[in-house]
């Protein structure tokens, strides 16, 4: 059986994430990492990635018929954040030039403490002036 990679697990923990919010009838915010189809491991410049953001998102509107309710194209970094019914985030998905998708908000996990013990209490001492 082949096994899953980081971006394809990243995508199923989005769609994952985003079939619960369609459940539940809300928005949500998901970061679009964006690639050229015909270079997938080149960054677009800034420019292209405003071209590559807006040509994925009409595409998806046209497929869908819902529209963004709130759209930022980080063009220095190549990617953009849209929030949306899930319904148009999972066309945007579904594009090509879609490299890799993150949702906002990271998955909360319990943070382990350091130490098992408890601190100690360290005796003070007065410097002499």
Do not use: Y
């Not at 923990?13 to 679009?32: M, P």
């Not at 690639?35 to 292209?48: E, G």
């Amino acid at each position: 059986m082949r096994e899953l990679t980081d971006s394809s697990r990243a995508r199923a923990k989005v769609r994952e994430a985003l079939e619960c919010a369609r459940a539940s009838g809300k928005n949500e915010t998901i970061v679009f990492d964006l690639r050229a189809n015909s270079h997938p491991s080149i960054f677009p410049t800034p420019a292209q990635t405003g071209e590559l953001a807006n040509k994925v998102i009409t595409k998806a509107i046209s497929s869908c018929g819902r529209q963004p309710r709130n759209k930022t194209i980080f063009e220095n970094l190549g990617s953009m954040s849209v929030t949306a019914d899930p319904d148009l985030l999972l066309k945007i998905l579904e594009q090509p030039e879609v490299h890799s998708a993150l949702t906002r908000e990271p998955s909360l996990e319990p943070i382990r403490p350091v130490r098992k013990s408890p601190p100690k209490q360290k005796d003070w001492v007065d410097v002499p002036k």
